[in-house]
């Protein structure tokens, strides 16, 4: 079994940063794909972003392209969301999740584990 819990979530005004860090117990993190997705009120939860067990793969979904850089720390059994430029369109609870597809996957169904989620919510 993994555990794993997301921090890091806050209030902030459009054009902020902010850093969310998940941190794994029970088994390391260099065993599986990592990613983030989040969900706003309302709507299904979507994928942001996927990275290899290695880190060497990473994918993100357009909207978040080159403002979101997440980034791995087996050492640490964390994983990090840098956000940049935010959106009040990035509101919503941002989740972590563990994969045993070690490349990475877009697809809810292919986690296996899932942290409680972290708060974000972006102003205009």
């Known amino acids: 079994q993994v555990q794993l819990v997301e921090s890091g979530g806050g209030l902030v005004q459009a054009g902020d940063s902010l850093k969310l860090s998940c941190t794994a117990s029970?088994?390391?993190?260099?065993?599986?794909?990592m990613g983030w997705f989040r969900q706003a009120p309302g709507k299904e939860r979507e994928f942001v972003v996927t990275?290899?067990?290695?880190?060497?793969?990473?994918y993100y979904t357009d909207s978040v392209r080159g403002r979101f850089t997440i980034s791995r720390d087996n050492a640490k059994n964390t994983v990090y969301l840098q956000m940049n430029s935010l959106k009040p369109e990035d509101t919503g609870v941002y989740y972590c999740?563990?994969?045993?597809?070690?490349?990475?996957?877009?697809?809810?169904?292919?986690?296996?584990?899932w942290g409680q989620g972290t708060q974000v919510t972006v102003s205009s």
């Open positions: 999740a563990a994969s045993s597809r070690l490349g990475g996957s877009i697809w809810r169904i292919d986690y296996d584990y």
């Open positions: 029970g088994h390391t993190l260099n065993t599986y794909a």
């Open positions: 990275t290899s067990s290695n880190g060497g793969n990473t």
